[in-house]
């Protein structure tokens, strides 16, 4: 079963606008989630990461928003760059030092000049 | 500067033959990964290696197995190889008190 899920697949917006990037998972006993971020020909990298006892983690342009009630979160990505175009995946795991990491199937940011 | 090295990045096999991915890392982290990535399908984990000879099979471990007998070097072995086991692999590695995984830059296997 998927246990974390992200939406939309592909998304494509202009240079200087907001990309925002969904995510929701099932298992509630989750409470460390990892944004990695992907470029073509690379690994991915970890982007910015939020705990579960948080509801909101900022970084520079990227901003996580995590609402453990509806087991949501989302990845905001403002004054969006073409260096940002990029496969952007929500992780999941049971604790800062899990050892299983569940990835979502990503979302593929476009962004045009 | 931490680094997890991947070799061949490139790789084409026939089906049946034998597959050796190969991965070092320069941390000294315990915990070692593979995965392989499909286009829509995401990462999915295949093996997970705690340290020198402490693997654990992940969620799709058929068809795979795995070798540690040095901290920093992990490797995939695939016996007879498939067609359907073409695919980008990516091996990963993290330290024992914090979850950020690092990646190598992938192997991309082709099985004919």
């Known amino acids: 079963q998927q246990q974390v899920r992200q939406s939309p697949q592909s998304l494509t917006v202009w240079e200087g606008e907001t990309a925002i990037l969904n995510c929701s998972y099932e298992d509630s006993t989750f409470n460390y989630f990892p944004w990695y971020q992907q470029f073509p020909g690379e690994g991915p990298a970890l982007l910015i990461s939020?705990?579960?006892?948080?509801d909101k983690k900022e970084d520079g342009r990227f901003t996580i928003f995590f609402n453990k009630r509806e087991k949501k979160l989302s990845l905001h990505i403002t004054d969006s760059q073409p260096g940002d175009s990029a496969t952007y995946f929500c992780?999941?795991?049971?604790?800062?030092?899990?050892?299983?990491?569940?990835f979502g199937k990503g979302t593929h940011l476009h962004v045009l000049p | 500067d931490m680094k997890v090295t991947q070799m061949p990045r490139y790789l084409i096999k026939r089906m049946g033959e034998n597959v050796l991915l190969e991965c070092g890392q320069d941390?000294?982290?315990?915990?070692m990964y593979w995965y392989r990535q499909d286009p829509g399908l995401g990462l999915q984990l295949i093996y997970i290696?705690?340290?020198?000879?402490?693997?654990s099979e992940g969620d799709i471990p058929k068809g795979y197995r795995v070798s540690r007998k040095k901290r920093e070097h992990f490797s995939l072995i695939l016996d007879s190889a498939k067609t359907n086991q073409t695919s980008v692999y990516f091996c990963?590695?993290?330290?024992?008190?914090?979850?950020?995984?690092?990646f190598g830059a992938g192997t991309r296997l082709s099985v004919l």
């Open positions: 941390m000294s982290h315990e915990t």
């Open positions: 992780a999941a795991s049971h604790d800062t030092n899990a050892y299983k990491v569940i």
């Open positions: 990963a590695s993290r330290t024992g008190d914090q979850n950020t995984l690092y």
């Open positions: 939020i705990r579960s006892v948080s």
């Open positions: 290696s705690y340290d020198v000879d402490s693997n």
